[in-house]
């Protein structure tokens, strides 16, 4: 069982399948359980995203720090883009690391990897950081209408809720994800909620899809979803409620 198991039993069952089916068809890079998974073919994705007028169109890209992602925020930082790299559960009261390939005296490689990130990156606060232009979130399973789930911590949605109630991210922020086709299940089979962020393409090692989602996106942190282990853990989630 994963470590946020619990929050969302019907998530929860959702999760605990794709994993294992990563792991049953070889499809998953290293062990899938409990974490966004790093797929095979996620180098592809990267570069079929890289493809798509809304990178081209992007300055400031917004990143998950998860493995899978690592290709994206390598293809970003080779194409002189900015990018902001969630600190891990949003430890750190600056949690965002700035990247950006004229700052750094390492490999790009080596900075796109969550370590090098942390080691070489600079974490800024939100007042530092400039307007984002795409969001690229970590997922476990999707569907090809928007809908999505990560771990089940609910990182992602609070760190769009917290960039949104900051005028980073808007309406009109295009949210994206590279996953593998194994990880699309149909409609119905993934309940979303209002906290919930959707996602507006999804990309694959074979295609890019444009969700054209229904759900509404939330226009900043619902504190009534906010649990109070996420409270007392995370302390920008204290000072913005403050």
């Known amino acids: 069982m994963g470590e946020w198991s619990g ?15 990563l792991e049953r068809e070889g499809a998953s890079v290293g062990h899938a359980y409990g974490h966004i998974p790093d797929f095979v073919g996620a180098d592809r994705a990267a570069e079929r995203l890289a493809q798509l007028p809304i990178w081209h169109n992007a300055r400031v890209v917004k990143c998950n720090p998860d493995a899978p ?17 969630a600190v891990p559960r949003l430890r750190d009261e600056r949690c965002f690391v700035e990247l950006h390939c004229d700052a750094l005296r390492v490999p790009l490689d080596v900075a796109a990897e969550t370590k090098g990130a942390l080691a ?8 530092e950081m400039q307007p984002i232009d795409l969001v690229l979130v970590g997922c476990v399973t999707v569907t090809h209408s928007g809908g999505r789930t990560g771990k089940g911590a609910g990182f992602a949605d609070l760190e769009l809720g917290m960039l949104r109630e900051m005028g980073l991210v808007t309406s009109r922020t295009p949210i994206a994800t590279t996953v593998h086709p194994l990880q699309v299940v149909d409609e119905g089979e993934l309940p979303m909620t209002e906290h919930d962020s959707a996602l507006d393409w999804i990309v694959t090692p074979d295609e890019a899809v444009e969700t054209r989602t229904p759900y509404p996106q939330p226009s900043g942190i619902v504190w009534d979803a906010v649990r109070p282990d996420q409270f007392d853990s995370i302390p920008i989630l204290r000072k913005l409620r403050t």
């Open 69 to 85: 992602q690592a290709p994206v925020r390598l293809q970003a930082l080779q194409a002189g883009k900015t990018v902001y790299m």
């Open 7 to 21: 929050r969302h039993t019907g998530k929860d069952a959702l999760r605990e399948r794709i994993w294992a089916l």
């Open 120 to 127: 070489h990156g600079r974490l800024v606060s939100f007042d």
